[in-house]
């Protein structure tokens, strides 16, 4: 009796009956007629009894299966699995990993655990396949059960699979189109609703929620809201179109969270089934004046004001059209955007920060909000922590007692779930914990076992980082350099060694575009700081400081700690720059440590990229 993990059936053979391959299909057709005498598994009729046995329930099943058997796994399938292997021709009886080539990075791990006697079940595991002449990123929920013979030895592994790859793609567009359209309706001016025929609130934007503090947890309705003089005209207006099918549109009082009406101009419009029954409205309502009761005074409109700009998850600000000044107008967040905790600088300084593609539309957005116009968009900017953020932007005109337009102000809201952040790691397979680290930054990780798997579909890749590991052998690393530096704009690279000893090997790295070079012994949270960095760099989030700021922190530095500096420019050791200098090795480590903390950087690569800035020259030998 053998049983799958995972699933909850079994199979039983008879050891008299299980030498005769019983099951029908084409792929059963295939088997029967296939030349095994001619193949490491030999004659069928010589085939282990328990191979013949578990290849009649594979074949029987309409679930997608395979089954490996031997010291090299040699495969077969069942009919339903046939889809799996689009675009591959002569698949049976081959070795499994030169079926699938491209994905054995991920499928050779679990395949080898299978192997020793462990059942794997995964559920919406990422696995490249070449498909349809490229290689394409598809998702499957499987598991893996090893095989026994007939002498209770393990001989192979049985696959009961389902692709999934539709589905999450159908999640991840979901996902996506969720975000972007909380994202919009919640800066819109107007209150946004959705309600079922009687009026219940099913869905509201964030504007909607301030204005009357109806939250997501609460069942409200839409006519509570309503002014008791509106209502009867409202409810006749109804009428009309539920008979009619046409829109609803009527000015209205609606109560504020404060008590106060305030009057808006409601639009609706019914929402129907494929039978042609009425299962809600969606509607918005702008404001058309201020409160109809007293208004409040200026303290407290001050402090509502105070409260709010302290509480919001993004930065209000404002500008100065004659100046062209930007300040942020709650302190608390000031920093996060790269404009000063007190004053305004100009608008050029902070538009610096942005990404280079975005700054010109930031320009437009400014100007056009000047000229009277609302207006929203997206940019990108680096977080405090250098990773590479999506901000949404909204600026409008701000008129004077008089009329006239002197400022314009805004709200700047960051939006960065939108992003996809991919990381390529190139390491040795059994090693869970760097690529666990950089998955739990957000990161969807594609693992390669050698760099040339890597390179060999490269142009097929999405952008991302790319980071080699210290599993990876340098002198590979180093041949594909210039294949890396090449792609180094869409996919950074960042190499960890023995780099401590080698500082040629980390210096030549650097100058073929290496985002950095990290010790095998740096730290996860060294490394995570890195990637996060060599993606802002990617997409142009990281600012850049000008050369003639690396010059005036290198003129800190006394002639010694410079000379040191141009050993290491150089590629030299610790040991070679002592020499050369006719100091110690343990002077020129206390030299380099000292130069590095005037400067403000914390590794070789900061170290260099620095150098590479201001052009220092390396030693004439």
């Known amino acids: 009796m053998m049983s799958v993990p995972g699933l909850d059936f079994t199979w039983s053979y008879d050891r008299n009956e299980a030498a005769r391959l019983s099951a029908q299909g084409n792929c059963a057709d295939m088997i029967r007629s296939w030349p095994w005498g001619e193949t490491p598994l030999g004659p069928i009729e010589h085939w282990d009894q328990s191979l013949i046995s578990a290849l009649n329930f594979m074949l029987g099943t309409r679930f997608p299966m395979f089954l490996t058997w031997g010291a090299q796994n040699h495969i077969f399938y069942n009919d339903a699995y046939e889809p799996a292997l689009s675009g591959k021709s002569n698949v049976l009886g081959r070795p499994l990993q030169s079926v699938f080539p491209e994905a054995w990075p991920q499928l050779g791990p679990l395949v080898r655990r299978a192997l020793k006697g462990e059942a794997v079940y995964l559920e919406d595991f990422s696995v490249p396949l070449y498909r349809d002449g490229q290689v394409s990123e598809t998702w499957w929920s499987f598991c893996y059960s090893p095989i026994l013979s007939s002498r209770s030895v393990i001989m192979g592994l049985l696959g009961v699979v389902l692709e999934t790859t539709q589905r999450v793609l159908t999640e991840e567009a979901l996902w996506t189109s969720e975000a972007t359209l909380r994202a919009v309706t919640d800066e819109a001016p107007t209150l946004l609703w959705r309600c079922d025929p009687d009026g219940a609130l099913t869905w509201h934007n964030r504007r909607f929620e301030e204005y009357t503090h109806v939250g997501a947890s609460q069942k409200g309705y839409w006519q509570d809201l309503v002014h008791e003089d509106d209502a009867a005209e409202a409810r006749s207006i109804h009428a009309e179109c539920l008979a009619s099918g046409g829109p609803f549109k009527a000015e209205q009082r609606l109560r504020a969270a404060d008590g106060l009406y305030r009057r808006f101009l409601v639009r609706a419009q019914q929402v129907f089934d494929d039978a042609g029954d009425l299962i809600g409205w969606y509607g918005s309502a702008a404001r058309m004046d201020d409160t109809l009761s ?3 005074s200026a303290d407290d409109m001050g402090e509502r004001f105070r409260e709010f700009s302290s509480a919001a998850g993004g930065m209000i600000w ?20 790269a404009l000063p905790s007190d004053g305004a600088i100009p608008l050029q300084d902070w538009i610096a920060t942005l990404h280079p593609e975005d700054r010109a539309q930031m320009v437009g957005t400014f100007d056009r909000a000047a000229a009277g116009e609302s207006v929203h968009g997206s940019f990108r900017a680096p977080a405090p922590d250098g990773s590479p953020r999506w901000f949404h932007i909204s600026a409008f005109p701000i008129a004077d007692a008089a009329g006239e337009v002197r400022r314009v102000g805004g709200l700047l809201v960051d939006v960065t779930k939108t992003v996809d952040r991919r990381a390529y790691l190139i390491d040795s397979p059994d090693n869970d914990e760097l690529a666990n680290a950089i998955q739990r930054d957000g990161y969807r990780v594609r693992r390669f076992g050698r760099i040339a798997d890597f ?14 590991g210290s599993g990876a052998p340098l002198e590979d690393t180093q041949r594909a350099a210039e294949t890396l530096k090449l792609n180094a704009q869409r996919m950074p690279w960042i190499a960890i060694g023995a780099f401590s000893e080698n500082l040629g090997a980390a210096v030549r790295l650097m100058k073929y575009g290496a985002a950095n070079v990290l010790a095998d012994t740096a730290s996860i949270e060294a490394l995570r700081t890195a990637i996060n960095a060599a993606q802002a760099d990617q997409i142009g989030h990281a600012p850049r400081k000008p050369a003639g700021d690396a010059n005036q922190r290198l003129a800190q530095l006394s002639t010694r700690e410079t000379e040191v500096l141009r050993g290491l420019v150089a590629g030299a050791t610790n040991k070679e720059i002592a020499i050369s200098l006719s100091l110690s090795p343990r002077t020129v480590e206390t030299y380099r440590a000292q130069l590095m903390d005037r400067l403000g950087v914390r590794t070789l690569a900061e170290l260099l990229k620095l150098a590479a800035e201001a052009a220092v020259a390396t030693p004439r030998h």
């Not at 060999?456 to 999405?462: A, P």
């Open 318 to 337: 404002s500008a100065d059209i004659a100046s062209r000044r930007i300040e942020g107008l709650n302190p608390a967040f000031r920093s996060a955007w």
């Open 455 to 468: 390179l060999e579909i490269i142009d097929d890749l999405q952008p991302g980082v790319v980071v080699i």
């Open 294 to 296: 007293e208004p409040d």
